[in-house]
């Protein structure tokens, strides 16, 4: 499977590696490489299977379009986005590709969205809750994609909504809390990411999966299925 890692810091460094670890021819391009998107062409594209994004908020959107022009599937790992979701989800559908996105591709990240699921039910028995997420101090976009889905979950099954707060601090890989607190006890999730590793070889198995595929879908609906 030829992929094309858009992104070259940390994480898509990483998903490259891994990918090609794993068996796969990789080109990876900086944001130098692609003003304009000028690379994302369909003849640019030819061969290409998948499109992997680990760039910015800032420039997605353009990538997502030209990919969906080139008729090449995409999997998004880049947040900040996701007000335009409706409006990503027609443009796939009608262009016919693939296109898989997560605020986080980690296994253990899934796990906590399905633990906390569960859990949000104590939010109509008495309980308050608040969400907490530590990033580094580069990242960009606050709070972090996994947290605002994290709070998306809680509302889907509590109808509350929770306040998150966001740290920005030195190089901490990623950590994502959820508070449930009682006058009797309180139960606290944590995921901590100890290093980029299980993001980027989720990310890599998920295009795996999306070869081959068309449509529009959600690494936490499709993770059990790698």
């Given at each position: 499977?030829?992929l094309l890692?858009?992104?070259a810091?940390k994480?898509?460094?990483?998903v490259?590696?891994?990918?090609?670890?794993?068996g796969?021819?990789v080109?990876?391009?900086?944001?130098?490489?692609?003003?304009?998107?000028?690379?994302?062409t369909?003849e640019?594209l030819?061969?290409v299977?998948v499109?992997?994004?680990?760039?910015?908020?800032?420039?997605?959107?353009?990538h997502i379009?030209?990919?969906?022009?080139?008729?090449?599937?995409?999997?998004v790992?880049?947040?900040g986005?996701y007000?335009?979701?409706?409006?990503i989800?027609?443009?796939?559908?009608?262009?016919g590709t693939g296109?898989?996105?997560?605020?986080?591709f980690?296994?253990g990240?899934?796990?906590?969205?399905?633990?906390?699921?569960?859990?949000?039910?104590?939010?109509q028995l008495?309980?308050s809750?608040a969400?907490?997420?530590?990033?580094?101090?580069?990242?960009?976009?606050k709070?972090?994609?996994t947290a605002?889905?994290?709070?998306?979950?809680v509302k889907?099954?509590?109808?509350l909504?929770?306040?998150i707060?966001s740290?920005?601090?030195?190089d901490?890989v990623?950590?994502?809390?959820?508070k449930l607190?009682?006058?009797?006890d309180?139960?606290?999730?944590?995921?901590?990411?100890?290093s980029r590793r299980?993001?980027?070889?989720?990310a890599?198995?998920a295009?795996?999966w999306l070869?081959?595929k068309?449509?529009f879908?959600d690494?936490k609906?499709?993770w059990?299925?790698?």
């Open positions: 499977m030829q890692v858009l992104g810091g994480t898509g460094s990483l490259a590696e891994v990918a090609r670890q794993r796969h021819p080109r990876a391009l900086t944001s130098r490489d692609n003003p304009g998107c000028r690379a994302l369909r640019k030819q061969g299977d499109v992997m994004d680990f760039t910015s908020p800032q420039v997605v959107l353009d379009a030209a990919c969906a022009r080139a008729g090449v599937s995409m999997v790992g880049t947040t986005w007000g335009e979701l409706p409006r989800r027609q443009l796939v559908e009608q262009s296109f898989l996105y997560a605020s986080n980690s296994i990240v899934n796990v906590f969205f399905s633990v906390a699921e569960a859990a949000a039910a104590a939010l008495g309980y809750g969400i907490e997420e530590q990033h580094h101090a580069q990242k960009k976009d709070p972090s994609g605002a889905v994290l709070q998306r979950i889907e099954k509590s109808g909504e929770l306040e707060a740290v920005r601090e030195a901490i990623g950590t994502h809390i959820l607190k009682s006058p009797g309180t139960l606290t999730l944590t995921h901590e990411a100890h299980g993001f980027a070889e989720g890599v198995r295009a795996e070869a081959g068309k449509g879908f690494f609906d499709v059990r299925q790698l």
